[in-house]
């Protein structure tokens, strides 16, 4: 969740993003400070950002290029980029997180990594 604002916030960061920004880091260092044993969590940071690459991915579904809607009697168009790209980082962040976070909860409940 905490990953998700931090990452709204800053591909929003031209207009309304730096409120979130800040609340996501208030948010993370409140938590660490509170919990110390909470260190693994922060991967989720990783994967919750994900979240807004999967939401641009899908906003983007149509694209690239110009979409076009109709509702009743009224048709809308607006320029769309490709989704394979905000697909892909979506893929990797939330990749990247999980894996990350699977690895350091091994490592701090003493089992060893993956593989090993």
Not at 63 to 85: F, I, K, L, R, Y
Request: proline share 5%.
């Amino acid at each position: 969740m905490i990953g998700a604002v931090g990452g709204f916030g800053l591909i929003g960061m031209l207009s309304i993003g730096l409120p979130f920004v800040v609340l996501a880091a208030v948010v993370t260092v409140w938590l660490l400070t509170r919990h110390p044993d909470s260190r693994t969590g922060l991967w989720g940071l990783v994967g919750g950002a994900a979240v807004i690459a999967g939401f641009l991915a899908w906003m983007n579904r149509g694209g690239p290029g110009e979409v076009c809607s109709t509702a009743g009697d009224v048709t809308s168009c607006q320029q769309a980029w490709n989704p394979v790209p905000f697909a892909l980082v979506a893929l990797m962040l939330l990749g990247c997180g999980v894996t990350a976070f699977v690895l350091a909860q091994r490592r701090t409940h003493g089992r060893a990594p993956l593989g090993g």
